[in-house]
Structure formats: structure tokens, C-alpha cells
């Protein structure tokens, strides 16, 4: 729905306090909030979608009211806090964000979203005269750790609240603003996407920058700009002629000769365009960090002499409580002198108190040109005039992935700020895997469709009980956007299933009806089919299991065959690996290859035709430790077998079942008819459109009432366990509801079970690491190790209990709690019980690695989380106890400074 209304009322108040004019959508939504209904404002990134937020907390204000103001993440909060305080005054404005609580009895509040779902499920006294909540950035709710929240704030708020949801720009926003009309009643959908400043798209060539599309052409088509396509043709050309255009990598990845344009000389272009400052997305930590170092050694300066001073003072500002022992630690000096500069990174490894500088420094522009990795594009207020892209393939977690269109326009968002810039721009640099028109679909498609991570868990679930009962609880999570969504893609299916059921009919009738004897016949070859087909997988299933047990025996130095592939021949097992189903032993082969094989090389069991002694180190990535092992691989005088014969005996060879199934279709009346192959050929059709029909209902059935479902196996567990009890939520049970973690229902096992009693604080936060740290790199880290015989004892005993956990989880086929990840223990170990930053970092991390400075204070702030609610949920005073001290010794130098 629309509106356009007279400016009247506290909307006419509000907006002449304002030093700008409202946009349209900006009217239209404050007109349908004053108008009493619930607002959903989609609109691209520095469109002013806050100004909507800000009108219902005016709202608020005029009417003796309250109004809670969230955002996702506490530096946003922050921010909110400092911009409302600023306009209301320090008296009518509260911020809580779990490590601050400012002045909460305030009629405005900002918080993160995660303490408002805490609110309402303790059922909070400041909830009392809440009449508005603005939740920004509720396209956080697809975040797949986090947006569940999003989701349970909605659904839990109760009915009179109106909500002022404000998101990024999706593809569909009325999708989602008919989900909320069904859980929070009337809501306005005001969807604006103009972007307030004009962008312009580019792609950089050598120290060429060319437009990317045809601007000037009359053609309704969006065309890519002729003399980009012609310039790049040519400058492949003169590759290939100079020798650079070699073939590309045996991945299909870039040629491994080509020369990107150093970074000074690309943001030298830049500043000589006139478009800085700038943000160039890198989409690694490493990747930022060492484009800010190949600046500094070049003779770069972006910024002016008489900007040192105000520089400094900002940096004064947010890290002049840093311990001064540390700053050499923490690479201060570099990266002050960066500063000094106008250069700076900003990632997630920094440590907060330096990107919080960066991002004062940037707004206030006196630094001109970031290396930035994609998790600025989330939220933080850092715009510039122009977007920098060096490549448009980032790593997801599992590959590395094309950006999407959405993630794309996410990134370029940030380019132009409203106010200051008549336009923005993003330069895509060219690299050979760049293609224009590939760039120009991702620059021109408008999809970002918001899809829900919502699903319950165990402290969800045990909140719902507790407050609504198990049948109210699982009325509500159907009610979930999540629910909403899948109900929707069944509406397809349901309409799929009834189309070849007339289809189905037809089909039968040609047959000779239901009684008909082909009915009969064309079943019996269906049944031989689908036998035939359990029988082959059996088949495989065997092969398989027998070439994985074959895979885990081996040992280091053995020498086996691999029979088939590219790496057939002889190997010798550098490092055994005896993982259950999936072995992937690391080999080096005669022809002086090293990597890891797996069950698709081994079509027949592994065997160890030989040994051969290793030295006790081997360091397969050197080619000389590589050349010099195939060598002696090749003089053991091990002769590989010949090829192996694949197509081992089938399991249907002598099979009863299928046997018998054989005999009835040879004895049917229907195998001697005349026109049996054609009616072969129809029974075929049938049955083929009722596998598919038959996959189809599965698919509606699984996807209907699945959240549910799901619900219904978390109760049994929680019941089998001992948290609920005849419906009613135990003791134990109201501990569980009080532990907001990922891990929360191995916490309250391990503090029912008393495992944490008799350590120190430092222990006790050593201990209580495994369960928040994740390492980064792939499989975590979980060793008994541990630097004292209790952690040692605590840590062993946490993983029992996860076992066990981990066991009845999948018998009742839930999603498995994460493995605990004993990366973090020394480091926080050392730390909490007051050595130096320098030790505690060498301490942490993956595999010897040591974890960056941003790094480590996330990781200690997130222990110092879980030890607040231990510290508050614990029966036992001295692990309570404990947990308070554990705290406060975690809670000193960087981890203290900036905790924003």
C-alpha cells in the first residue's frame, strides 16, 4: 500500500527540525507509521532509511511512550546511541549492548537485537510502554548464525508494538512484508530503489579506465561500452606477441605470467581522476594487510601536512589507553605511519580500537584510501565516492565462489556519499578471467532475495515451553518467516503433483484401467528395476567400504598402487589418515607428486605391496625433498600390478528376491502379448511420471510443518535429558533458558554436571574456550592437550559429555552441537592469568599460527561472554564465583580499550 498525505501532525513537527527535505518513500513510510501501521522499508544502502527509525522514536517521545531502537551489531549501536543522544539529549536516550548498559529506564533505548529477544523471553519489566521498535538492518534475518533472532523478536513482540523494519534493498520485499502482515497485522511496504547518488560502473585496464556500459547508445538493451571490449582484445593481443599470454593455469585459473597494476599506482590514477576517497574490497585479511604494506613502501601520500595534527588526536582518542609495552606487538607504528598517510586496511583481525580510528578517520576524510574486506559492507557507516573490486571471486567458507549479483551491489553500495558526491563509482580491475559482459550482468541485475535462517534450537525451544507450552510453540515456529517461505515453494509442487496425476490417468486408461492386467505387468518391471538398482548401489556401498578400510590401514612409509587416474602408478604414504568414511592419506608418487588421494583413486582395495624408512620430516612442498624420495620410491624396486579388472561380481547375481521377481514377468500373460513393446513403451511413461510424482509428495511432506517437526525431536531430547518434564520446563531446564550460546545445551550438561568445580579462573576460562573458539582454518583443533593437569582433566571430560550429546543427537536426527576447539586454551590461559600480549598471542591460534590482535580480543570478549552467564546461571557459588574472577582477569589492557 501507498501513501501520500498532506504533511500534518508530528510528521509536519518532525520534518521541520530536519536540515533536508524528505525523500518520497521517506514521507510515505513516516505518513503510514503516524497513520498507526507497521512499516517494512526497503531502500539501497545511504538512501536515509533511518530517518524513518528516528520519526517513530519522535513518535514515542510525543506520547509519553517508549521506543527501542535495534541494530545488529554494537558498533552500530554505538553509533545510534551517540546520533539520537545528540538530537535528544542524554537524559531520554539509553544504550545496552550486554558490555554497556547506559542510563536502560530511558523512554529510548538502543540495543542489539540479540537483548531485546533476552527481554522477551524473561519478560522483561522495560518492556512495560513500549510502543514502537525499529529494527535496522533486518535483512540480517538470512544471516545463518544469527538470524534466527531477527525472527524470534518479531514473532515474540507483543501485539501492540508497531515495528519499524528497515532493510537493504530485496528482491522480495513483498514476499516478506506479507509474511509480517500475517504475524504483526497491518503493514506499510514502502520500497524505494533510486539510490540517492548516482553510480557509475568501470573497469580499469592497465592504467586505462574505461566506462562499462554504452551510455551514449539508443539501443533499450544494456550494452557493454565497444571501446572496452576493443581495448581489452588488443591488450590480449600484445600479451600474447610479448610472451605473456601463455595458457591459463591447469585450474582455468588466471595466467600465472600476468602483472596486475601495482595498488600505488592504481589509487595514483585514482586520486589524479578525482575519485578518492576510495574502498578497494580484498576479500582477505592477509590480501588487505599486504596491499597497505606494498603502499607504504611505495613514495604514496594521500594526504595534506596540515592534517598530521587531527590525525593524531583521533588516534589519541581511541588508543591512548593502550598499554605502551604492547604497541610494538600490535605493529602501531606502521600503522599509524599509514595513517599519516591517508592509507589504512580495515578487517576483522584488526583490533578494534584501530578500526575504529579507520572509521572516524575515513568519515571525517582524513584518510582517503582503504583496503577493506567485504564485512565493512555490512552496516558500518563508511562511504566513499568510489568502490574498488580487484577480482569478483571470493572464498565462501567451502570454494571460492563468483560474486553474486546481490553481493556485488552490497559492495558498490558504499560508493558515493549523499550529500558530499554528485555521483559514485566502481572500478572493476581488469585481470585476464575478467569478462566485461560477465561483469556488466553482475553490475545490472537487481537480485537480492532475503531468505530466512530461522530454525529452533535448544535454548529457543525450551524458551518457547516455558512460556507457551509445546503446542502454542509449535503454532508459532509455523508461523515463521522460514515456515512462510517453504509453504510458498510448495504451492508449485502441489500443483506439479496434480497436473501428472490427470497425466497419470490418462496413462492408466491406455493401459486398460486400474484391473487391467498390464497395470500388473508394467508394476512387476518397475519392482525388477528398482531391485536391480538397490542391488548395484549395495554393489558399490561394499566396493567402497571395502577400498576405505583398506585406506585407513595404511601406515607411513608404505608403498602402494594407485591403479587408475592421472596419479597411477607407484606412492609411498607421507601422512596416514584414518578418518571414518573418508580417508585421504597424503602421498608422494614416483613421477615426484605430492597430494592427498582419496576412495574415487581406489577402485579396488589399497595394499601395501612394500615399506620404505622416511626421513622423520618430510617437507613434501620442497621440489628437492619431492625429486629426491621419487627417486628412492623408484629404486625400492616395487613393481606396480597390472591394471586392475573393474566390474567386480554384482550382488544381483544371486539374489532370491530378484530372481523370483524375474520368473513372475516371464510367466505373466501379459509377456506373450503381441503388443507388448507398446504398451512397454506407455508403461515406461507411467511409471517414470509416478517416480516423479512419489519425489514430489516427499518433497511437500518434508517441507510442510518441518520446523515443526524439528521441534518435536529437540522436546524429546530435552525430555530424555531431563529439562522438561510432563510438559513443564525443569530446573535444569530454566538454567538452559538462561544460556544464549551456540553451544548452550552442552553448557548447562557440563554445569549440571559439576565438570568446572575446583579450577581457577584462568583455568576456568581455558576450559570454557573450546566451546565458544572456532579455528579458521578447516576441522578445528581438538586436542586433550592443555597447559595444567585440570584443564587437561576439564577439557577431557567437556568432550565426553559432547560425544555423548553428539551420539543422541543424531539418533534423534538433530543437528549435531559443533566440536568443541581446544585452538584458544594456552592463549587465553595465559593471558587471564596476566602475561604479556606478545606470549598470549604466540599461545593462540590454529596449528601454531598465531592469532591476529583483532582476532584475540574477539575471542576473549566472546569467553568473557559465556563466563557472564555462567557467572549467572550457575547453581554452584564457586564455579559462579570463579567465573566472576575469570572475568575481570580477562577484562584488562586491549581487551578493555574500544570495547565498542
Known sequence: MSYHRSQVGELAEFSAELSFTLDPFQRNACAALEGGHGVLVCAPTGAGKTVVGEFAVHLALAAGGKCFYTTPIKALSNQKFADLTERHGRGKVGLLTGDQSINPDAPVVVMTTEVLRNMLYASSDALRGLAFVVMDEVHYLADRFRGAVWEEVILHLPPDVRLVSLSATVSNAEEFGAWMET?????????DETRPVPLWQHVMVGRRMFDLFDTESSDQKILVDEDLVRYIRQRETADRANGWGGPRNGRGGPRRDF???????????????????????IFSRAGCDGALAQCLRSRLDLSRADETEAIDAIIEKHTGDLPKDDLEVLGYWEWREALHRGLAAHHAGMLPAFRHTVEELFVRGLVRAVFATETLALGINM????????????????????????????????AGRRGIDVEGHAVVLWQ??????????????????????????YNMSINLIDRMGADEARALLERSFAQFQADRSVVGLVRGIERNEDQLRKLRTQLGGVDGEFLEYISLRERIKQRERLLEQQSRSDRRGASVSSLTSLRRGDVVAIPIGRRAGLAVILEPDATPGDPRPLVLTEDKWAGRVSVADFPVPAKALGHMRLPRRVDHRTASTRRDLASALRSTGISAPGRPRRGARSNAADDRELDTLRRSLRSHPAHTRTDREQMNRVGERYNRLARETETMRQKVAATTNSLAR?????????????????????????????????????????LREGLWRGLGPAELAAVVSILVFESRQEGGYLGASGPTEPIRRAVGSTIEVWTRLRTDEARHKLQPTREPDAGFVTGVYKWARGDGLAESLLASGDRGTPLSAGDFVRWCRQVIDLLDQIHGTADDPEIAGTAAKAVRAIRRGVVAVDAA
Open 183 to 191: 504475524v504483526r497485522g497491518d503493514t506499510a511496504v514502502v520500497v
Open 259 to 281: 602483472r596486475p597494476l601495482p595498488r600505488p599506482e592504481v589509487l595514483a590514477n585514482l586520486d589524479a581522476e578525482g575519485l578518492l576517497p576510495a574502498i578497494t574490497f
Open 383 to 414: 562511504p566513499a565516492r568510489t568502490v574498488v573490486l580487484e577480482r569478483l571471486v571470493k572464498y565462501n567458507g567451502e570454494t571460492h565462489a563468483e560474486l553474486t549479483p546481490g553481493e556485488y551491489t552490497q559492495l558498490t553500495g558504499r
Open 432 to 457: 585476464p578471467e575478467v569478462d566485461a559482459s560477465a561483469v556488466a550482468g553482475l553490475a545490472s541485475t537487481r537480485t537480492y532475495p532475503l531468505r530466512s535462517s530461522f530454525r529452533p534450537g
Open 710 to 750: 524439528t521441534f518435536d525431536r529437540i522436546l524429546a531430547l530435552l525430555q530424555e535429558r531431563g529439562f522438561v518434564a510432563e510438559g513443564e520446563v525443569t530446573a535444569e531446564g530454566r538454567r538452559l533458558a538462561r544460556i544464549y550460546a551456540e553451544s548452550d545445551l552442552l553448557v548447562a550438561e557440563c
